[in-house]
């Protein structure tokens, strides 16, 4: 499978909600940046974050536009995130189901044809400001 290939099914599974899906195309070693927190590495702390994601979180991506490298061991994604606030998560709003649409961006490398990398971005005052109506 080609490293573009691998990304758009990473991200069509995250749409299916196929986590097993999402994991089996890590790197065992993968490294997690997201947008606000702490760093992870390995695979069981990504799938930690996932089960947290899915239990306060409905998301779906939308508008997706992918971009490469010419070695395509780094790709990039613009996206539109349509999600559904469903229960608080940590020091954040208290949720009741508000519905949210907000601009982000993840980088993806890989290494022996699995991810290594994800970190993501988004603008965390405009996500508070749309739960917070």
């Keep these: 499978m080609n490293s573009l290939k691998t990304i758009q099914n990473y991200y069509e599974y995250f749409n299916q909600k196929n986590w097993q899906g999402m994991l089996s195309l890590l790197h065992p070693e993968i490294r997690h940046e997201s947008n606000q927190g702490d760093v992870r590495i390995g695979i069981e702390k990504f799938t930690d974050f996932l089960k947290k994601m899915d239990e306060c979180y409905d998301e779906k991506l939308t508008n997706m536009v992918f ?14 995130v349509n999600g559904i606030y469903k229960k608080a998560d940590d020091d954040l709003p208290p949720a009741h189901n508000q519905n949210y649409v907000l601009p982000a961006a993840a980088f993806l490398e890989l290494k022996d044809g699995k991810i290594s990398r994800v970190t993501t971005y988004y603008n965390l005052t405009l996500w508070l400001e749309l739960v917070s109506k």
């Design 67 to 80: 971009f490469t490298e010419p070695s395509n061991q780094k790709i990039a994604v613009e996206f539109t």
